[in-house]
């Protein structure tokens, strides 16, 4: 089945700062989403990229279909997204089984 | 509008026992799934069901059963736990199984097998 990983694993950040974070993917996809999990383990959807480029506020995503791998960007990090980052894909072979990355857990301080 | 409700949230079991969590969704979604999440990992499919009177594996199905009751309701039954389950469970529901379905989660069930 299709492997997703995620890096880094682990992210410390002072307020303010900006990050990158990667989502790479094994096989060809047709859905590709970003979650945040909060400190009290909720998940929220941030944005449905299967391809392209969108922007939400501070943070935008981009999807290289073609090379199999997206970015997620947050700037001027606040301490409310700390949490864990995950991508989760649904690969074109896979039927309807979303699979997610390991995560990134993001730790942002004052 | 609820979204994706789970009961219980909290659950202690003992070696051998049984339990079914509940999924229920208000969104008219087609697709249910269940989900599984350890300290400090991923989540892991385990099974899905990509509409009404379908249910297939996931990545982790040992262990466990389903049942699409209907189109709002999606459980999840434990015959004989086992410590390896103890774990975090989401559901989750889309509108569709395929291209672009957005998951909505459940705030999740904390299930402690001793």
């Known amino acids: 089945g299709i492997q997703v990983e995620q890096s880094p694993p682990d992210l410390i950040l002072q307020e303010g700062a900006n990050s990158t974070l990667r989502c790479n993917f094994s096989d060809s996809v047709n859905n590709l989403q970003w979650f945040h999990q909060n400190p009290w383990g909720q998940l929220i959807n941030l944005f449905y990229?299967?391809?392209g480029t969108k922007q939400n506020g501070r943070l935008s995503a981009t999807t290289v279909a073609t090379e199999r791998y997206s970015l997620l960007y947050i700037s001027s990090s606040q301490t409310t997204d700390s949490g864990v980052y995950f991508c989760a894909v649904l690969a074109y072979s896979s039927a309807s089984k979303i699979i997610f990355g390991s995560g990134t857990r993001l730790s942002i301080r004052p | 509008n609820a979204g994706v409700t789970q009961t219980p949230k909290f659950q202690v079991l003992k070696t051998g026992q049984s339990m079914t969590l509940q999924c229920a969704q208000d969104?008219?979604?087609?697709?249910m799934y269940w989900y599984r999440q350890d300290p400090g990992m991923g989540l892991r499919l385990i099974y899905y069901s990509a509409s009404e009177g379908t249910t297939d594996k996931g990545e982790v199905p040992n262990g466990y059963n389903v049942s699409r009751l209907n189109k709002r309701e999606f459980s999840l039954r434990l015959e004989s736990a086992a410590p390896s389950q103890t774990s975090v469970y989401f559901c989750a529901s889309s509108l569709t199984s395929s291209g672009a379905n957005v998951l909505t989660f459940g705030a999740g069930s904390r299930l402690t097998v001793l």
């Open positions: 990229i299967p391809s």
């Open positions: 969104m008219n979604h087609n697709s």
